[in-house]
Nanobody, 123 residues
Framework: QVQLMESGGGSVEAGGSLKLTCKVS????????RAWFRQVPGKEREGVAV??????TPLYGASVRGRFTISAYNNEIYLQMNNLKPEDTAMYYC??????????????????WGQGTQVTVSS
């Protein structure tokens, strides 16, 4: 089993930065796909960023490309968010999978999820 726990959310003004952390525990060997998603009430969960040994470089959703950076060290996954905008306001979730086939930022491909951390960006 795998457990994920996010932290680092909060409130920030537009243009500011936040860094989210996801601690991964359990059977992490072979857990190659690690990603961040976000969700606003009433909307679909949106893929933000993903990294994997199966990718030459991380991939990002179009709305965050150039502003967000995903990284990992040991059993932690990070999401550095810069130049935040009000439309980035959402609950942010980290997710992981051992194997993945299909679209890498499709939530249905991930087996393990954290409980989420709220990010609120004011204008």
């Amino acid at each position: 089993q795998v457990q994920l726990m996010e932290s680092g959310g909060g409130s920030v003004e537009a243009g500011g930065s936040l860094k989210l952390t996801c601690k991964v525990s359990g059977v992490t060997n072979g857990l190659h796909w690690r990603a961040w998603f976000r969700q606003v009430p009433g909307k679909e969960r949106e893929g933000v960023a993903v990294m994997s040994i199966g990718l030459s470089t991380p991939l990002y959703g179009a709305s965050v490309r150039g502003r967000f950076t995903i990284s990992a060290y040991n059993n932690e996954i990070y999401l550095q968010m810069n130049n935040l905008k009000p439309e980035d306001t959402a609950m942010y979730y980290c997710a992981a999978a051992y194997r993945l086939e299909g679209t890498v930022l499709d939530r249905s491909n991930y087996n393990y999820w954290g409980q989420g951390t709220q990010v609120t960006v004011s204008s």
